[in-house]
């Protein structure tokens, strides 16, 4: 789960300078998740218990259905809080310099949201990108470095502060050839690190740069099934207040290759509406499932907002 914080290399002979981000924010998220579920067992809990005491089953019955009812309210109040949208571009996905997390996969996962990265990234002081890769993806991990270092080079190059990075990991929900038996286990604990990514603070953003940076501006991903996981986190942790709305917006980009129908990842994500945005780089998918349409967004950007070194 650690992590360490880069500053975007330049064109030094690749030498990275780097140290090591502080856990002080995992130290609130066992705080909050602990004084949550005393507080809602607690109350309701009691509630229950004497409804039984003296024979009547409404209390108990305001537990059983209260709490799902709250989540369910919850969850179509935050759903109808998004704004529609029906089109967007590559210019105009992240306005200005922010705190962005990008939820990595492997293979052509990798591979699109790294071109969506170096395309749509804002050559803007300050801004901090916080990757987070599945624990034995060391390939992935190294394709981040080699994007960052191009970051790094060209803006440089171009006399603007390429900003600061950071890895962090989560483990696997399901390794490949795992038993089904042992899924469920893993998938918690998959949970788990996921939360506590979230949660994560980094110190050097906190003192040096913008104090509101507590939580990311935006999260992206594109199509693995930890993006869901991390989507669905954080839908619920809006949903109990843990996440201010205005923090962490999501956008889940479905892939290029996806033309008439969604990947397994989408339709969880579409049917869920775990979300605030859904992006489909094709017309046909716009229009079937009422998706927002991203055309020209990832494989093959019609502007390239990161300067392009010259041929």
């Given at each position: 789960?650690?992590?360490n914080?880069f500053?975007?290399?330049g064109g030094?002979?690749?030498r990275d300078?780097?140290?090591?981000a502080f856990?002080d924010g995992?130290r609130?998220?066992?705080?909050l998740?602990?004084t949550?579920?005393v ?5 309701l809990?009691?509630?229950?218990i ?13 537990f ?6 709250y989540?369910?309210?919850r969850h ?14 590559s210019?105009n996905?992240?306005?200005g ?8 996969g ?16 804002r ?10 890769v599945?624990?034995d993806d ?16 060209r ?22 050839h795992q038993?089904?038996?042992s ?8 949970l788990v690190?996921?939360?506590k990514?979230?949660?994560?603070e980094?110190?050097?953003l906190?003192?040096k740069?913008?104090p509101?940076?507590?939580f990311?501006?935006v ?10 996981l991390v989507l669905?986190v954080i839908?619920f ?7 201010p709305?205005?923090?962490m ?5 479905e892939?290029?290759?996806?033309v008439q ?6 339709r969880?994500?579409?049917h869920s509406d ?8 094709h017309?046909?998918l ?8 991203a055309?020209?967004?990832v ?6 907002v ?5 041929e």
């Amino acid at each position: 789960m650690d992590g360490n914080l880069f500053g975007a290399p330049g064109g030094d002979g690749g030498r990275d300078s780097f140290s090591i981000a502080f856990n002080d924010g995992m130290r609130l998220l066992p705080g909050l998740l602990t004084t949550f579920f005393v507080l809602m067992t607690s109350v309701l809990g009691a509630w229950a218990i004497i409804g039984l005491l003296i024979g009547s089953v409404i209390p108990f019955l305001g537990f059983v259905f209260g709490v799902p009812g709250y989540l369910v309210k919850r969850h179509y109040t935050l759903v109808s809080q998004r704004r529609s949208i029906h089109e967007v571009s590559s210019t105009n996905l992240v306005p200005g310099p922010s705190f962005l997390m990008f939820i990595m996969g492997s293979g052509g996962h990798t591979t699109e949201i790294i071109s969506m990265i170096e395309h749509s990234i804002r050559p803007s002081p300050g801004t901090f990108r916080r990757y987070i890769v599945n624990e034995d993806d060391g390939m992935t991990k190294r394709r981040i470095l080699d994007l960052e270092k191009r970051i790094g080079d060209r803006l440089l190059h171009l006399g603007e502060e390429p900003g600061l990075f950071d890895v962090l990991e989560v483990k696997r929900a399901r390794k490949v050839h795992q038993s089904w038996m042992s899924t469920p286990y893993t998938a918690i604990m998959s949970l788990v690190s996921i939360a506590k990514i979230l949660f994560q603070e980094c110190p050097a953003l906190m003192e040096k740069r913008r104090p509101d940076w507590r939580f990311p501006k935006v999260v992206v991903t594109n199509g693995p099934g930890t993006g869901f996981l991390v989507l669905a986190v954080i839908h619920f942790c809006k949903m109990v207040e843990l996440i201010p709305t205005q923090y962490m917006h999501t956008v889940y980009v479905e892939s290029f290759a996806k033309v008439q129908s969604l990947s397994l990842t989408g339709r969880l994500v579409h049917h869920s509406d775990v979300a605030d945005l859904f992006l489909v780089q094709h017309a046909s998918l716009a229009q079937r499932y009422g998706r927002v349409l991203a055309s020209n967004f990832v494989v093959r950007p019609s502007e390239a907002v990161v300067p392009q070194d010259e041929e």
